[in-house]
């Protein structure tokens, strides 16, 4: 059977009828059927399972507002099938520029046509800022009547992460400040005043802010929670900036971007921000921080006493990050978390660079002596501090379980650059 013949089954044209034997064909018949050209379903369907996003949106365009439309569309829905697993949820990985220009222009003909249930179905696979701000306008517009308020809250949610991605989406501020002031965020009905924390007015922040968790020297970190499912409020940390200088905002709104190009398990989840106002949003770590639990040093606590079980996780994270051709630049037990079952996540990417990028802070204490010296940031960096992490764990409790394999992998990490692993992977190969 020829290509074509199985893009019309594909497409769910009758294909039984069709020979399926050259011998049965007349060689007049066979003639015809090789010259002829393809058709716009058969091209779109082709180009689509080659993943040719490019070749699509020609064919697409092509067809807009042509009798042939509605045809272009069913070929196209029958190769990309039912409705993939909401973008918010799923892993990350890099977005394919072409694909995401398809999936939107897509979408717009779709809800040129009436079709958007159909039009956020297609957006919902989409990652792209563009995408992002079309489908929070869908939401706002109402998909199939009039917006509720938990489609409100959903399209401010989306707009929030278009911005994490691009804080000059074009449109995405303006419509996130205008939702936030439809939706009456912006009274903080109680929790401690932020005073100097914040240069924006305290009646800004969306959050009704809790208790101080942590301070450091560019800013505090509050438990805070918000209430979008009323009698349900979601626990979030919120960092807020101690001063008004762009260079700290700069900062805060590029921790974001880099959490969520790497978002996945293992890394602290990003939920909305506004660097300008000094603010950054995250998911809540119920397990608190290594730091912490060093600290109070709860006996019983198998994180501490078994370090093992969730080593593994938090350098297979490292290692992901170091795969995308980031260094952490600030490892330490302030930014290894633990989610509510102490599964470990990595947080505060406010100083990550790429391979090779100079570096010009760091903790002291957790600085490998080639950045220290003014070395490009290197991957061996968050080796060293990994290492050194792993010595606070063993000055804590050198009684641990798995304490010589820990010991052994801590001297490993801290040696001398040409003998410490040269990233994170490596790391994980001494662990398998």
Not at 9 to 18: I, S, V
Not at 66 to 74: N, Q
Not at 309 to 333: I, Y
Request: glycine share 10%.
């Amino acid at each position: 059977m020829g290509v074509w013949q199985r893009l019309r089954g594909l497409f769910g044209e009758e294909t039984k009828a069709l020979p399926t034997k050259p011998e049965e064909v007349a060689p007049e018949e066979q003639k015809v059927e090789e010259l002829r050209p393809p058709s716009a379903p058969e091209l779109i369907g082709a180009a689509l399972i080659a993943r040719d996003f490019a070749a699509a949106s020609k064919v697409l365009g092509g067809a807009r507002e042509t009798e042939g439309e509605a045809a272009v569309l069913e070929a196209t829905f029958a190769v990309l099938g039912p409705k993939a697993s909401d973008a918010e949820a799923a892993p990350v990985a890099a977005p394919d520029d072409a694909r995401e220009r398809f999936l939107v222009t897509l979408a717009e003909v779709l809800v040129a046509r009436g079709e958007r249930p159909r039009a956020a179905d297609v957006l919902s696979r989409a990652t792209s800022p563009a995408a992002l701000v079309l489908r929070a306008d869908l939401l706002v517009e109402g998909i199939a009547g009039s917006p509720s308020r938990d489609d409100l809250d959903r399209a401010l949610a989306v707009l929030s992460r278009a911005l994490v991605l691009d804080i000059d989406a074009p449109g995405a501020r303006e419509r996130w400040e205008r939702l936030r002031v439809r939706l009456g965020h912006g009274v903080v009905s109680s929790g401690p005043s932020v005073g100097a924390t914040l240069v924006a007015a305290a009646p800004s922040l969306p959050y009704v802010l809790l208790r101080e968790v942590a301070r450091g020297g560019a800013g505090v970190v509050y438990q805070a929670h918000e209430e979008i499912i009323p009698g349900r409020p979601r626990l979030l940390a919120l960092k807020l900036l101690h001063d008004d200088q762009p260079r700290m905002r700069a900062q805060l709104g590029h921790e974001a971007r880099v959490a969520a190009t790497l978002r996945g398990t293992g890394v602290v989840r990003i939920v909305d921000l506004d660097a300008e106002a000094g603010w950054l949003a995250m998911g809540w770590a119920e397990g608190g921080s290594l730091r912490a639990r060093l600290r109070e040093g709860r006996p019983g606590d198998l994180l501490l006493e078994a370090p093992m079980t969730w080593l593994h996780a938090f350098v297979a994270t490292l290692a992901d990050v170091h795969a995308a051709g980031w260094v952490h630049g600030d490892v330490k037990p302030a930014n290894l978390l633990f989610d509510a079952d102490d599964a470990p996540l990595v947080s505060d990417f406010g100083l990550a660079r790429r391979f090779g990028e100079p570096m010009t802070s760091g903790s002291p204490g957790y600085i490998s002596p080639e950045r220290a010296a003014g070395a490009p940031c290197d991957p061996r960096d968050d080796v060293f501090g990994l290492g050194r992490a792993l010595e606070d764990l063993l000055a804590k409790n050198e009684g641990l379980v798995g304490a010589d394999e820990v010991r052994r992998l801590a001297r490993l990490c801290v040696a001398p650059a040409p003998v410490r692993p040269a990233d994170a992977r490596k790391v994980l190969e001494q662990l398998e």
